[in-house]
């Protein structure tokens, strides 16, 4: 198993791309170029530079000799995601979700103030020299279907990570989208179903204590939150990534009824090709 920071390294080299702010419809506010360099300088000492548009790079160097911070944790693959240790109605509150894919890289982030969602940002990347091109807009066609995958939850404190298997369909009547997972195996099998209304881009789930949306955003992004959070309920932040028309990435970010962040989550699942011809499915 990788230590954290080996994980972290999976992010070293050069990034361009850009900085998309969003409002909480997903509409564009405002966007800026980006270029990133991590460089590892020492064994535990890494070099990072930022710059946007025309400003000048501006540089900073981490000694990680230590530990990261308490609320950020990495996967195996370079993928991470940092954030709020415990929610406060009275405080800024936020995480950000970091996917790496080839030679493409993708963040994004979650704020809230005072409780209500309050801002995102898009950030899309390309490995510099690859030309890996971005994913089109995600549709709610690309949703339909069922998804078969593995979840891969690692928590704070470092204990072993757990994995279990999932399974999520979704389907379509009319402006309704309704999708059904199941996580877990045997007697352990746990169900969650619900309902949205498709309002364009957006998707509007009412149920429960908290109303909830996800946007359908560029290069194949979803983001999964609700859109304002009550003390006393459990809840979770999540962004999915459209890798390939068949392959998708979640990630989960979990806090309890008492507001504390719990784990996070990397489900990587694939959609279930049916061969309509012949009336079968594929793997």
């Not at 405002?30 to 020492?42: A, F, G, M, P």
């Not at 990587?268 to 959609?271: A, C, H, P, S, V």
């Given at each position: 198993m990788?230590?954290?920071?080996e994980c972290?390294?999976?992010?070293?080299?050069?990034w361009h791309?850009s900085?998309a702010r969003?409002?909480?419809?997903?509409?564009?506010v405002?966007?800026?170029?980006?270029?990133?360099?991590?460089?590892?300088?020492?064994e535990?000492?890494?070099r990072?530079?930022?710059k946007?548009?025309?400003s000048?790079f501006?540089d900073?160097e981490?000694?990680?000799?230590g530990?990261?911070?308490?609320?950020?944790?990495?996967?195996?693959?370079?993928g991470?995601c940092?954030?709020?240790?415990?929610?406060?109605?009275?405080?800024e509150?936020?995480?950000?979700?970091?996917f790496i894919h080839?030679d493409?890289?993708?963040?994004?982030?979650?704020?809230?103030?005072a409780?209500q969602?309050?801002g995102?940002?898009?950030i899309?990347?390309?490995?510099?020299?690859?030309g890996?091109?971005?994913?089109?807009?995600?549709?709610?066609e690309?949703?339909?279907g069922?998804?078969?995958g593995?979840?891969?939850?690692?928590?704070?404190?470092?204990?072993?990570p757990t994995t279990c298997?999932?399974?999520l369909s979704?389907r379509?009547e009319?402006?309704r989208l309704y999708?059904e997972?199941?996580?877990?195996q045997?007697d352990?099998?746990?169900?969650s179903?619900?309902s949205?209304?498709?309002n364009g881009s957006?998707?509007q789930f009412d149920?429960?204590a908290m109303?909830?949306?996800i946007?359908l955003?560029?290069?194949?992004?979803?983001s999964?939150?609700p859109?304002?959070?009550k003390?006393?309920?459990p809840?979770f932040?999540?962004?999915?990534?459209l890798l390939q028309p068949?392959?998708?990435?979640r990630?989960?970010r979990?806090?309890?009824a008492k507001?504390e962040?719990s784990s996070?989550?990397?489900v990587?699942?694939?959609?279930r090709?049916v061969?309509?011809?012949y009336?079968?499915?594929?793997e």
């Open positions: 990788k230590t954290q920071w972290f390294l999976e992010n070293l080299g050069t791309g900085f969003l409002s909480v419809q997903g509409e564009l405002k966007e800026t170029s980006s270029i990133l360099v991590l460089e590892q300088r020492q535990k000492q890494v990072f530079s930022l946007r548009d025309s000048e501006q900073m981490f000694d990680l000799t530990s990261f911070s308490s609320g950020l944790l990495f996967f195996e693959n370079g991470f940092q954030g709020s240790t415990q929610f406060s109605p009275h405080a509150f936020g995480a950000e979700f970091g080839g493409r890289r993708l963040r994004f982030v979650q704020m809230y103030n409780g969602l309050s995102l940002t898009l899309r990347e390309q490995r510099a020299g690859s890996a091109p971005e994913r089109p807009p995600l549709q709610v690309d949703l339909i069922e998804w078969q593995e979840a891969l939850t690692i928590y704070p404190d470092l204990r072993t298997a999932t399974k979704i379509r009319d402006n999708p997972l199941r996580w877990g045997g352990e099998e746990r169900v179903a619900s949205a209304q498709i957006i998707l149920q429960g109303p909830i949306q946007l955003l560029p290069d194949g992004v979803s999964n939150c859109l304002s959070v003390p006393g309920h809840f932040l999540e962004v999915g990534w068949n392959l998708r990435q990630m989960v979990s806090y309890t507001g962040w996070i989550t990397l990587t699942e694939q959609k090709v061969l309509s011809d009336g079968t499915g594929v």
